[in-house]
């Protein structure tokens, strides 16, 4: 079992829920690349997803998308992000998950990013623009360096696709919570938990919810019916504004999930 699994599965069995914070690799410097993640990890996250800036980034809403022109703004790139990771790869406690479009990875090489990204670190890889049915492209070079090719899974996603998805997703389910592009929400569609149950039936593998995420409350009940949740641009905003005690409470909320 890969060790992202092993990981949610073990924070899940420990009654708690996965909380795995988004953060734009970059924004405010490469430099605080470094001590944000320690303190991420240092708080009691799951694993960390780390976004690669890209000039084109068709999935993400609007606070994303200027964290990445921040960040490129200063001259970040894939090869600098994997650079400073592997700096302080030894420190590293939890797992990496690196949040990727597709170019960036055939620009730098797909063997060579396997590489050097297990070497920053990196233990899965998130890769919105390539579709389920491309992914050979990458999954020999990721499964020869123990990397797994997370899936996402939409809710528009037919029964069949989600089945598919669902099989092939390694370290964990990617679910998207919402039609549309990453920001935060303040609330949801009805019966996601139909939707989420559903999707836990076809595999072990632990699901995710992502997407609109941005309160203690969003964490709790999404934590009813899934393994843990994926909070992105409420964590970029916080981390703009150097609010720790907003993503303190964040992380406090899912561990202190009951299941429904
Ligand atoms: O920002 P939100 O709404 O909290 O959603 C998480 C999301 O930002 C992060 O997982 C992510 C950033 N860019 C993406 C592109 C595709 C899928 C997911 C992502």
């Not at 609007?62 to 001259?75: F, K, V």
């Not at 600098?80 to 990875?105: D, K």
């Not at 941005?214 to 609010?243: A, E, M, R």
């Amino acid at each position: 079992m890969s060790l992202l699994k092993k990981t949610i599965l073990s924070i899940t069995a420990q009654g708690h829920k996965a909380f795995v914070p988004y953060i734009m690799a970059g924004d405010g410097g490469l430099n605080k690349l470094q001590p944000t993640i320690l303190k991420l990890q240092q708080l009691g996250v799951t694993a960390i997803e780390v976004g690669i800036p890209f000039t084109d980034p068709v999935a993400d809403g609007p606070t994303i998308e200027r964290a990445g022109e921040r960040a490129l703004a200063n001259g970040t790139t894939l090869h600098t992000v994997l650079e400073t990771l592997t700096s302080f790869a030894s420190e590293l406690t939890v797992p990496l998950v690196a949040m990727t479009y597709l170019n960036p990875i055939l620009a730098y090489g797909t063997e060579k990013f396997a590489k050097d990204a297990r070497a920053a670190g990196i233990r899965g890889v998130i890769i919105p623009d390539m579709p389920l049915e491309e992914s050979e492209i990458v999954q020999p070079a990721l499964k020869n360096a123990s990397i797994d090719l997370v899936q996402l899974v939409s809710l528009t996603s037919t029964p069949e696709r989600i089945e598919r998805l669902t099989k092939r997703s390694e370290g964990f389910i990617y679910a998207v919570t919402v039609n549309g592009i990453t920001g935060a929400r303040s609330s949801f569609a009805t019966q996601l938990d139909e939707h989420f149950k559903k999707i836990q039936t076809y595999t072990d593998t632990p699901v995710l919810a992502g997407f609109g995420i941005s309160t203690p409350d969003h964490v709790k009940s999404f934590g009813s019916f899934c393994s843990g949740v994926i909070v992105g641009s409420k964590i970029v905003d916080c981390l703009v504004q150097d609010d720790w005690t907003t993503i303190e409470n964040l992380v406090k909320a899912s561990k202190t999930v009951a299941m429904k």
